[in-house]
């Protein structure tokens, strides 16, 4: 029985055996070798941070061809280049990538209601869209402190995480926890590439500001001290920081919170400090470039918008050429902003800067008379950028005005800013009301001359900005107002002798929702005169597309002869050409043609290695209804600090002198701590409330 019974088991034993080894035959399935070498190479920590099943299965999503060589978040470059040689890839060097924290409201940030729930910041944003009043903001519970596999993440003492850049691995898992969006991956690259949605948490003031520049950032870093990263910060949006800081009208000041306390934060003036800080230190700071790319660009123009494109295209690993007209780069910066408010060693400083990185530079050669977009591209130019500025100037339009003695505002301020000494007469009239009237006024004090400004409106609707219409009637120069000219008296000689004029009335607003001047007829009066400087408007000067009367590139221009080009993109209707500054916008800001050569930047650098410009939904065009509250509670009276001067009565009027000078650090830490810190509804109080709940549009939930 026992025999029987163990005969069977062999029988079945043999029977199975056989079934087995014919399916294994026939359902055999042979593993590829290179899991197993790319496994090897691998960490084998098996820590998960790559998103897959350890190394086993991240070496299993290589071969597939569901991950690259750099499946491996903690391993580094050495071992993506081990994974690439198993799997016969060539790796190049990436960028460092860290874990970024946009938010900074954490324990300022108000509250819709009590929360009670589970401490999980997805739980909390199932109710409601969460607990805090801000839509954007940090919930605060810590879930990516939670999921972080390296440690790399703490709560700090606001409510908000901190990343420690030494451990963080870029690994995303703090980045898909978060259902707020407050974290992302970012690269060097990365912050250079992005604009700004409006989703990011954006205080008034940056979204103000033209470039937007991260403008509580860098005043704080500047109130601890670290001025260094305070040039950096600026830099991320302008690399122009030297040149903003004596000249930019500060759009951004115009929205500050502090405005609805006391008076808005010296936001300029605390530039200045930070960029004058490197200059008279020389400190050059490291400014990091991508690795090359091979992509070369030509830049046409070297004043702002250009030096801003070229600058960001360095940085992105690009090729840029800066192709001008002039003897030097600046354009109007140079040959149109007065050296009492912008020294030319100041300027020069800065642009060997940008140059410094590795852009070429080609002066003295004009488009259309020198070259065509053609030749650029036999030379091997891939794209360009017109920032061709606005040069030409608006006439007259009276008898007279062909007169010897009458000049064009830019063509006064271009001579000199040459070196040259522009012939004007005692008595000077300069006709205008903008930023180079006034700065034509005070160069001819400067040389000597009694000067009357002459404006069509009232001073409350001059576009200069307003402190350099109160420098200019300081330093003397006398203004009359709602007043036209009509005729330039010409003696029997030929000279120019009175200057006609016709007293005018405001009547209904025009398009620029200033009230229109309306001449009163018979209240002519004459005004004696030797030299008359017209400062009407400037436009770009467009015969540089020209050769011989036919168009040398197909672009397509405005009616108001300016470049058209894609607000977004600054794409043209050529699709490797782009325009940005004045040559787009009409004269405007340094500020708006140094943030319009980045957005230039940006897309002419996916359409060299992508082929295609991305765009996101939601960027920022306006500044954000719900972030402009006129309720800022909880904050004492600060006064703002005044901007010294370096020269003073005939020394100011006489010289060419800088004009206005820079805070000390006393002055410095003071101004900065005036700063709220905004987010998007966020601020710093003084003063703690007693604790209340908000609706999201700011009113009191009762």
């Known amino acids: 029985m026992i025999i029987n019974s163990l005969l069977v088991l062999m029988g079945l034993g043999f029977t199975a055996a056989t079934i087995l080894a014919v399916a294994s035959r026939i359902l055999h399935v042979k593993e590829d070798p290179r899991i197993a070498q790319v496994e090897e190479v691998l960490p084998g920590v098996n820590c998960g941070g790559c998103g897959y099943a350890g190394c086993n299965g991240a070496a299993n999503a290589v071969v597939d061809g569901k991950s690259g060589a750099n499946v491996c978040v903690i391993g580094g470059i050495d071992t993506a280049k081990a994974v690439g040689a198993v799997m016969g890839l060539e790796v190049l060097d990436m960028e460092t990538e860290l874990a970024f924290r946009d938010c900074t409201g954490g324990e300022r940030a108000e509250e819709l209601f009590n929360y009670e729930g589970a ?18 903001g940090c919930l605060g519970l810590g879930t990516c402190v939670a999921v972080c596999p390296f440690d790399a993440i703490h709560m700090g003492p606001e409510d908000l995480p901190v990343v420690d850049p030494l451990a963080c691995r870029a690994c995303r898992k703090c980045v898909e926890a978060c259902p707020r969006g407050v974290l992302s991956i970012v690269s060097m690259s990365a912050k250079l590439l992005h604009l700004e949605e ?15 520049i991260n403008i509580p950032r860098y005043i704080e870093a500047a109130n601890k001290g670290d001025y260094a990263s305070a040039v950096n910060i600026i830099r991320e949006r302008n690399p122009l920081l030297l040149v903003c800081g004596r000249v930019c009208p500060r759009p951004c000041e115009t929205v500050c919170r502090r405005t609805h306390v006391d008076e808005a934060v010296g936001i300029n003036m ?21 690795k090359d790319t091979g992509h070369r660009v030509a830049i046409i123009g070297g004043g702002p918008s250009g030096l801003s494109c070229a600058y960001y295209l360095r940085r992105l690993g690009h090729s ?8 030097e780069l600046g354009g109007q910066l140079r040959y149109g902003i007065p050296e009492y408010r912008l020294p030319k060693k100041d300027l020069a400083w800065e642009i060997q800067g940008i140059l410094d990185l590795g852009v070429e530079v080609r002066t003295e050669q004009k488009m259309g008379a020198n070259l065509t977009v053609n030749d650029l591209e036999e030379e091997g130019f891939e794209a360009f950028f017109m920032g061709i500025g606005a040069w030409a100037s608006g006439t007259l339009r009276i008898d007279g005005e062909d007169a010897q003695e009458v000049l064009s505002g830019t063509e006064f301020l271009t001579a000199v800013g040459l070196g040259q000494t ?15 009237a006034i700065d034509a006024s005070r160069t001819c004090v400067r040389l000597g001359c009694d000067v009357t400004m002459l404006y069509r409106r009232t001073r409350n609707e001059m576009p200069a900005n307003s402190e350099e219409i109160e420098a200019a009637e300081d330093e003397g120069v006398k203004f009359v107002f709602l007043a036209a000219p009509t005729k330039v008296i010409i003696d029997d000689q030929g000279k120019a002798t009175h200057l006609e004029c016709i007293k005018m009335e405001l009547g209904e607003a025009d398009d620029s929702g200033r009230r229109r001047p309306v001449p009163v007829e018979g209240s002519e009066t004459r005004y004696p005169v030797d030299t008359v400087i017209s400062a009407i408007g400037q436009k770009p000067q467009l015969s540089c597309f020209y ?10 221009f405005t009616r108001w002869r300016t470049i058209d080009a894609q607000p977004k993109t600054l794409q043209t209707s050529i699709p490797n050409v782009f325009a940005g500054g004045d040559a787009v916008s009409g004269p405007d800001l340094v500020i708006s043609a140094v943030g319009a050569g980045r957005v230039a930047a940006r897309s002419i650098h996916y359409l060299l290695t992508t082929g295609e410009i991305p765009l996101s939904d939601n960027l920022l065009r306006e500044p954000i209804p719900y972030t402009l509250f ?23 009027t006489s010289t060419f002198k800088e004009v206005e000078g820079c805070l000390c650090e006393e002055e ?3 101004e900065t701590s005036r700063c709220l810190r905004c987010g998007l509804t966020c601020y710093d109080r003084d003063i703690q409330l007693d604790k209340v709940f908000t609706s999201r549009v700011g009113e009191k939930v009762e």
């Open 119 to 136: 401490n999980n910041c997805r739980a909390q944003a199932l109710l409601y869209d969460g607990a805090k009043t801000c839509p954007e």
């Open 668 to 670: 410095l830490r003071y």
């Open 422 to 436: 522009p012939a004007v007469g005692p008595k000077v009239i300069v006709v205008g009301g903008g930023n180079t």
């Open 198 to 212: 409006t989703s990011d948490c954006l205080a008034p003031c940056q979204q103000k500001c033209p470039a937007n």
């Open 320 to 327: 840029p050429t800066i192709i001008e007209a002039m003897p």
């Open 270 to 290: 605390i530039k200045r400090f930070v960029a004058d800080w490197e200059m008279k230190n020389n400190l050059r700071l490291p400014i990091p470039c991508a």
């Open 547 to 556: 050769t011989d009367g036919e168009e040398q590139c197909n672009l397509d």
């Open 630 to 652: 006129k309720d800022v509670d909880g904050c004492k009276n600060k006064e703002r600090s005044k901007m010294p001067l370096l020269c003073s009565e005939k020394d100011r």
